[in-house]
């Protein structure tokens, strides 16, 4: 099953607004309200930044929101800082009839 | 804090099974509110679902891998376990074990272990 999709790269100047988008089908993204977002620094492992397509952890900025609209989900990060440049990923729920999890491709986010 | 830490060897030949396992501390690996899961990410590249297991021996694997990976658990260890049989270079990536909160959620991740497949 293919990946879902997301730029390879967004980027922004501090204090500014990016989104980063990620397109599924109705089997995984479409079909259900379960989009988590990953933010990775480089030799870190991921963080997750929001789940639940726009439900952020405790301790995580609320710079950082999700939203979802047909199979499509976005992350956006307001406010840009230095320290968001890393790689985001987004991952979903697929098939309840063989339920397994699909990530995206990611996004470099480079501040400007 | 709940702690995972992937150990194995770092180097398997071709068509040779990888073996993994995810210790967990801190925490215990039958609260049923989570499963546990394994992730990879090959060098330089993105990252991969690979299978997750629930307290209770039941599994969930991604479709591209279910023929060659067993995911399974030892609760009394407090460990989990990935082998993936007759690997080829492909497969040579980070595995990360992280806990499964549901949904795509992997909410707490092991530090990585980097498998190399080389002759």
């Known amino acids: 099953q293919s990946a879902l999709t997301q730029p390879p790269s967004a980027s922004g100047s501090p204090g500014q607004s990016v989104t980063i988008s990620c397109t599924g089908t109705s089997n995984d993204v479409g079909g259900y309200d379960f989009v988590s977002w990953y933010q990775q620094h480089p030799g870190q492992a991921p963080k997750v930044i929001i789940h639940?397509?726009?439900k952020r952890p405790s301790g995580v900025p609320d710079r950082f929101s999700g939203s979802k609209s047909g199979n499509t989900a976005s992350l956006t990060v307001s406010g840009l800082q230095a320290e968001d440049e890393a790689d985001y990923y987004c991952g979903s729920y697929a098939d309840s009839n063989n339920p397994h999890v699909l990530f995206g491709g990611g996004t470099k986010l480079t501040v400007l | 804090q709940l702690l995972l830490q992937e150990s194995g060897p770092g180097l398997v030949k071709p068509w040779e099974t990888l073996s993994l396992t995810c210790s967990v501390s801190?925490?215990?690996?039958?609260?049923?509110?989570?499963?546990w899961g394994w992730i990879r990410q090959p060098p330089g590249k993105g990252l991969e679902w690979i299978g997750s297991v629930y307290y209770d021996g039941k599994t969930y694997y991604n479709p591209s891998l279910k023929s060659r990976a067993t995911v399974s658990i030892d609760t009394p260890k407090s460990q989990f376990f990935l082998n993936l049989r007759s690997v080829t270079a492909a497969d040579t990536a980070v595995y990360y074990c992280?806990?499964?909160?549901?949904?795509?959620?992997?909410?707490?991740w092991g530090q990585g272990i980097l498998v190399t497949v080389s002759s």
């Open positions: 639940a397509v726009n």
């Open positions: 801190g925490g215990s690996i039958t609260d049923h509110r989570y499963h």
């Open positions: 992280a806990r499964d909160a549901g949904g795509s959620t992997s909410d707490i």
